[in-house]
């Protein structure tokens, strides 16, 4: 390899054929790039679907009432099914598998303001663990707790954007207060989503208290709580548990789909994970049959150099030269040709997937394409590889070549 007559030669006669190793190094540097950027195109891919379970914990069941699709044990069907503090109260204390749980009761474009300020925003009214449900994070002061909800208190927590609203930016927040719907309220927390500006234009209250200053009696919109275990199949297990129990509770059809809504995370992230596994198979197959036309261009075009070098090998075999350094020689040039080509393509792919990025900024279904330094050493490894697979089979060939017949070459 260090043998420096060899790279001597090795560059003589790239020199003397220039389209001919540019035209064979850039079906390896096309492969190489397209492998990165189909690559890097899943990965962003693959961010973007991820980003839509950020929001949430993915180890969350969501229960939503609805209304009945079937008649059922003389029940005629379109009745209205609807949750009370009963009904969460039920799930909390009968369903097995409940980790944090919370109700929730909503109002939706809810007048808000302090002073001359005002706004509209949506109002959450929950259970201390939604703030685990719903992955809210508190940057001041707390969240809603259980004092607050067994005792009816007026208190609240808002999201970044109302702070921003109706307070200066070194305004002292914690302890003022505001009027949601004309009823005062504490604010005790400032909370940032990660689920966007959207997440963080509402106001969180007890929902003990929304219920009763609101006069939604005992009223919850949804029902949401976290497992002990986030293995899917268990996930099921949990899901058909609620539903079966809440059949019998309504008496609707445990068949009827319209009657109860449950989202399942757990499932829906699993789902997601076993389709990008695919997605990888599927862009890995696609990407490296690419790379590996152009290996196979690389060694169709080194059995040329050896054809064309039989009578210059006859020679040297003819004074000494082992079957060794003939492979070596052949082998150097393949494997450097594809090491060139393809560390230029894996450049170009990355600088494309760069472009990319910074011109689908904002996209929520596809954030930072790119590789990663595992990614690329792969990448490398498999060129090496591969350049020494494509100069292997000409090697072995000029090994064989027999040194009088090929001293009578022409």
Partial sequence: MFNLDNWKEIFETIRKNRLRTFLTGFSVLWGIMMLIILLGTGQGLENGVKNEFRDDAINSIWVYPGRTSMPYKGLKPNRRLRFTNEDFDYVQNRVEGVDEITGRFGIWNGLTNRGTKYGTYNIRSVHPGHQLVENTEVTLGRYINKSDINENRKVCVIGKIVRSDLFQNDEEVLGQFIKVKGILFKIVGVFDDSGG???????????????????????????????????????????????????????????????IRIRNNVLNFQQFADLFANVRVFIWFIGIGTLLAGIIGVSNIMLILVKERTKEIGIRKALGA??????????????????????????????????????????????????????????????????????????????RIDPIVALRED
């Avoid at 609101?214 to 293995?231: G, P, R, S, W, Y």
């Avoid at 594809?338 to 954030?367: K, N, P």
């Avoid at 990448?379 to 060939?397: E, H």
């Fill in 197 to 259: 500006d959207g997440e963080n234009r509402i106001i969180y209250l007890p929902i003990s208290t929304a219920q009763m200053v609101f006069n939604a009696k005992e009223q919850v919109d949804q029902i949401m709580f976290t497992l002990t275990d986030d293995d899917p199949e268990y996930s099921r297990t949990v899901e058909a548990d609620v539903l079966n129990k809440f059949s019998t509770k309504f008496r609707f059809d445990p068949q009827d789909q319209r009657a």
């Fill in 322 to 399: 082992t079957p060794g350094s003939i492979i070596g020689l052949i082998l150097m040039e393949s494997v450097f040709i594809t090491l060139v080509f393809g560390y230029i393509g894996l450049m170009l792919g990355v600088l494309v997937l760069d472009l990319m990025a910074s011109g689908i900024e904002g996209v929520e279904f596809f954030q930072n394409p790119g590789v990663d330094i595992g990614l690329a050493i792969s990448a490398t490894i498999l060129l090496v590889l591969s350049g020494a697979l494509a100069g292997y089979i000409p090697a072995r060939q000029a090994t």
